[in-house]
Nanobody
Framework: QVQLVESGGGLVQPGGSLRLSCTAS????????MAWFRRAPGREREFVAA????????YSADSLKGRFTISRDNDKVSVYLQMNSLKPEDTAVYYC???????????????WGQGTQVTVSS
């Protein structure tokens, strides 16, 4: 059974930074595309960023480009989300997900972590 475990969430002030981590118990981790999604209170889950299996291609939501960066370390079976210049509207539960290929919809992903809460507030 594949497991994805997110960490690194917490409370941060506006303008601050956080780095989320997701560690996978995936035997073939380096074969999977990985992504981050988020769900804000009262909203649908939305795409944040994704990376190809090798990490050579990365994709970000247009509204988050320049602030959020996805990366992965296949040797550490981990994927990361660096979040800078955080805003209160970035408050959400952030989820890590795995799929056989990169997609922009949560329907494209069949393996999910439990999520980690990020709260941006002064």
């Amino acid at each position: 059974q594949v497991q994805l475990v997110e960490s690194g969430g917490g409370l941060v002030q506006p303008g601050g930074s956080l780095r989320l981590s997701c560690t996978a118990s995936l035997r073939a981790f380096r074969s999977y595309a990985m992504a981050w999604f988020r769900r804000a209170p009262g909203r649908e889950r939305e795409f944040v960023a994704a990376t190809s299996s090798s990490g050579s291609s990365v994709y970000s939501a247009d509204s988050l480009k320049g602030r959020f960066t996805i990366s992965r370390d296949n040797d550490k079976v981990s994927v990361y989300l660096q979040m800078n210049s955080l805003k209160p509207e970035d408050t959400a539960v952030y989820y890590c997900a795995a799929a056989v290929r990169v997609g922009y919809s949560d329907y494209d992903y069949n393996c999910w972590g439990q999520g980690t809460q990020v709260t941006v507030s002064s």
